[in-house]
């Protein structure tokens, strides 16, 4: 087979390989039968005896992540394709070893080991990438437009931009790509909800950073940036039980009224949010083997819950099972 399930009970993990393949189909294969992305790329290699390339791809829902060991390689995505095939993503393309380029909105990112660019599969676009197919030299993450908090004003801003991903928040970043597809059998299947989300946090927050240094930013611009900074300041603050709708508009010096329509585009109102991931924090820590000395209550407290009983009437109606009862049936798993 030329991709293999390796996790059953777990996330969606599967390995591939196409040498297995004759030379001459390999780059077909690739393009047309089990294309790497939901949209089709053209893919052309001078590599002799054939291209190679092998992989992990982890598959959390909404957003994939692929750790890659291939040949260098030339792909563009020219407007026929676009109209054929599009799935509206963003595909992030983190260089671990070599360099590339790509050429999309009129810019071009020359970015090489230790950095990182986008591009959006809904307009054209062509790069190279130039590295070694002997170890893994590539992450790789795909994730719904949706998904991020960037209309398409600010979307023209951040692809074929290079960002630094040996520092900050991309380092950051980058450190949880490579533990995410490495430790992926750690995880249980009902955690890849947390993990996206996590995954499309952290990305968030790197580029927030692009667009607050950006200039000339139109209204909707700055509404975007508003919404990250706000999205990232739950996230660091989730274990403070006094977060709330009116902490958060008081440091952003904006209203309650005002908050609430900078979500008015979720599934969820702020509260509803922050609710849901302290749960789903709790929930994971309660799953942790390496946590089983942690009482419940102690977990809940280090996400913000300050009534154990409230904690557990709220994780009971949420996964359908009190938390001592569900950290019972992981820890005899």
């Not at 197919?133 to 719904?144: A, Y």
């Not at 809940?300 to 009983?309: E, I, L, Q, V, Y």
Request: with cysteine; charged share 25%.
């Amino acid at each position: 087979m030329l991709e293999n399930l390796i996790q059953r009970c777990g996330l969606q993990v599967s390995e591939f390989n196409i040498e297995t393949l004759a030379s001459g189909e390999r780059i077909g294969y690739w393009q047309e039968v089990k294309p790497l992305f939901q949209a089709p790329v053209l893919v052309h290699s001078d590599k002799e005896g054939g291209f190679r390339i092998r992989g992990r791809r982890v598959d959390m829902g909404r957003l994939q992540v692929y750790a890659l060991a291939h040949d260098s390689v030339q792909v563009c995505r020219p407007p026929a394709l676009i109209q054929r095939n599009d799935p509206e993503e963003f595909v992030v393309t983190l260089i671990l070893v070599g360099d590339a380029a790509l050429r999309q909105a009129g810019r071009e990112a020359i970015f090489g080991t230790g950095e990182f660019a986008l591009f959006d599969t809904s307009r054209p676009f062509d790069g190279w990438r130039r590295c070694a197919r002997e170890s893994t030299s590539t992450l790789v993450v795909q994730i719904p437009r949706r998904a991020l908090p960037i209309l398409s004003d600010a979307a023209d801003r951040i692809t074929a931009v290079p960002f630094s991903a040996r520092r900050g928040l991309g380092a950051v970043f980058a450190r949880w790509l490579t533990d995410l597809v490495e430790k992926a059998e750690e995880f249980d299947s009902q955690d890849a909800p947390c993990l996206a989300s996590l995954t499309t946090d952290l990305l968030t927050a790197v580029l927030a950073q692009h667009l607050d240094s950006a200039s000339a930013q139109t209204p909707e611009a700055q509404r975007d940036l508003l919404r990250l900074r706000i999205r990232d300041f739950i996230q660091q603050q989730l274990g403070d039980p006094r977060l709330s709708p009116a902490t958060i508009a008081s440091t952003h010096q904006i209203s309650v009224r005002h908050l609430h329509d900078l979500f008015t585009e979720n599934e969820m109102t702020v509260s509803a949010w922050i609710r849901h991931l302290r749960l789903e924090h709790c929930r994971q820590d309660l799953a942790d083997p390496r946590l089983r000395s942690y009482p419940v209550h102690a977990i809940a407290r280090k996400w913000g819950f300050t009534s154990s009983a409230h904690f557990s009437r709220a994780f009971r109606a949420t996964y359908g099972t009190p938390p001592s009862q569900y950290r019972h049936i992981h820890d005899s798993r």
